[in-house]
């Protein structure tokens, strides 16, 4: 199976209507190190998940500060490629596993308590938006189906397998050792194993929507600016788990249609 490569640097995209989108890959579930996170200046943020997610984070992070491990221990118990993922981690000299996701906990927060607070964007449509309601149908009808509950069977093996394929696609960077580089290809492996049951159609047709939506709260953010004479250049940063970039890079490129979106309130 051809991989991607999975870097650590951001990826720049210049919006030709003007602005930036700043994609940050990470890998889910862990802290990063210092020196591997984002370090640019943006004015407002893009989330790649739904408002009603962005809600339960906070709550989680409370439940999580008050029983540490509880999600996380959850997950490794229920059996799922999550738990797969949060078994892996937890075997390595990383910072983590925790559940929420500690570094779009981190940031959600800072745009949250920056001075007037910072526009903050839900990628993921809502649940009465009917074209998602439509394709999160349509991934279900795949999912359930008897080869695909063949190859739950076969997950384990599996694992092991791509897991293997996936360390040659990490590439290096100061700050990534041989821990931080295994918790890669683990994440590597649980998103392809959680799209497994997805056809490329359906994956092509939901990264293009999510692409045209990040668009869309560039324009919103580019529109709605009065800061400083709009002297800097209008940026959006979007954090992205580091195993989703390379297909969101490839639909952004080809993106035509813009999405109006508004931020959360």
């Known amino acids: 199976m051809e991989m991607p490569e999975l870097v650590w640097g ?6 030709p209507d003007g602005g930036k989108i700043i994609f940050w890959p990470h890998i889910p579930c862990l802290r990063m190190p210092t020196k591997l996170r984002s370090h640019s200046n943006f004015h407002g943020i893009a ?23 509880i ?16 078994s892996d981690l937890n075997e390595l000299n990383v910072d983590g596993p925790v559940i929420p996701d500690p570094e779009q906990i981190r940031l959600l927060l800072h745009a949250q308590n920056a001075r007037g607070g910072m526009p903050i964007y839900a990628i993921e449509p809502s649940l009465d938006d009917e074209d998602w309601i439509d394709w999160q149908i349509s991934s279900a009808d795949l999912q359930v189906t008897y080869s695909n509950l063949f190859l739950t069977l076969t997950t384990g093996r599996r694992w092991k397998k791509i897991r293997k394929n996936a360390i040659g696609s990490v590439s290096s960077a100061k700050g990534v050792d041989a821990d931080l580089g295994a918790a890669a290809a683990s994440a590597m ?3 392809i194993e959680e799209q497994r049951g ?4 359906l994956i092509n047709s939901r990264d293009s929507r999510f692409v045209s939506r990040i668009r869309g709260s560039l324009r919103d953010l580019r529109n709605s600016r009065v800061d400083d004479s709009k002297a800097q250049e209008t940026t959006l940063l979007v954090p992205i788990h580091q195993a989703w970039l390379p297909s969101i890079k490839k639909a952004i490129s080809s993106c035509l249609d813009i999405e109006t979106i508004t931020p959360e309130e």
């Open 71 to 86: 999600h996380r221990d959850s997950a490794i118990a229920s059996g799922t490629v999550l738990g797969r993922l949060m």
């Open 189 to 191: 492996t649980w998103w």
């Open 47 to 69: 989330f790649l998940t739904s408002s009603i997610d962005l809600k339960s984070w906070i709550i989680e992070a409370e439940q999580e500060r008050d029983s540490p491990g």
């Open 10 to 15: 951001e990826y720049h995209f210049k919006d």
């Open 198 to 201: 997805i056809s490329n159609e």
